[in-house]
């Protein structure tokens, strides 16, 4: 069944079930991202398709998405939470898995494919979820305190990190308030960014003469699927003139 767009992964593990642990040493399992699209009724060991052949060793992610030991019968699971999330936010197009062992591997090993007849041994992909979770804020500064406030005319420039279970992009708002939501700050806005898939975001607000020496802010990270997360209250500080007033002397004094 499909899981909704908004819901976010907690976990996700393939399961083999191996039946034949052949002979020679132990063999170390690995799961690759397959980068091309294939049909289950053409598919051989040379062909995707019926007219449409494999590229040598460039078909899959030679990056490793997990690996297990396999060294006996029975059940393995490999996890593959993060290339699942891929897939389900979009920035993996599943184009399913290849289980692959190291050239230098001696022996063999084998496991029940999905025509096998006990249903429990055939392979399968165990994926648990939940609705969809909002982003983190990891850390969050500005360049303005009361030791070294902003000059009115100059930049605080506010910085945050964030992260995110299954949302490859976010932005951030700087307001005055903690009124904010997916479309922006509710009354003042400092500054914002567009969204991005950058793990670190900054944006820029000019002092202004409006500012009070203490300002206060919040922050607020908006991923692309309608889920916010605003911080604690902070402050920002501006530098203002200071006021001078001259009083005539009662006796006229120069």
């Not at 976990?11 to 002979?23: E, K």
């Not at 904010?180 to 003042?188: D, E, H, K, R, W």
Request: charged residues 10%.
């Amino acid at each position: 069944s499909s899981i909704p767009s908004t819901d976010t992964i907690t976990s996700a593990y393939l399961r083999i079930y191996v039946n034949d642990s052949g002979a020679g040493e132990n063999i170390t399992a690995r799961v690759h991202a397959v980068l091309s699209q294939w049909d289950e009724n053409g598919v051989t060991w040379l062909n995707r398709t019926s007219s449409a052949t494999w590229a040598a060793g460039s078909d899959f992610n030679t990056s490793i998405a997990n690996s297990t030991l396999i060294n006996n019968t029975g059940f393995y699971l490999f996890d593959i939470t993060e290339l699942v999330r891929g897939w389900h936010n979009g920035s993996i197009t599943n184009n399913g898995l290849l289980l692959k062992t190291p050239e230098a591997a001696a022996g063999r090993r084998g496991f029940y494919s999905s025509d096998f007849g006990n249903p429990n041994e055939r392979p399968g992909l165990n994926i648990t979820h939940v609705q969809n979770s909002p982003p983190s804020i990891e850390s969050l500064s500005d360049n303005s305190n009361t030791t070294n406030p902003t000059f009115i005319g100059n930049n605080v420039t506010f910085t945050l990190t964030w992260s995110d279970l299954d949302s490859p992009q976010a932005r951030i708002f700087i307001c005055n308030t903690a009124g904010i939501n997916t479309s922006g700050c509710n009354q003042t806005t400092f500054c914002s960014t567009v969204f991005s898939a950058s793990a670190t975001q900054s944006c820029n607000h000019t002092a202004a003469a409006n500012n009070s020496f203490i300002t206060p802010y919040f922050a607020a990270v908006c991923d692309n699927e309608d889920n916010c997360t605003i911080s604690q209250q902070q402050a920002f500080s501006v530098n203002h003139a200071s006021n001078v007033t001259v009083v005539t002397p009662n006796g006229g004094e120069a």
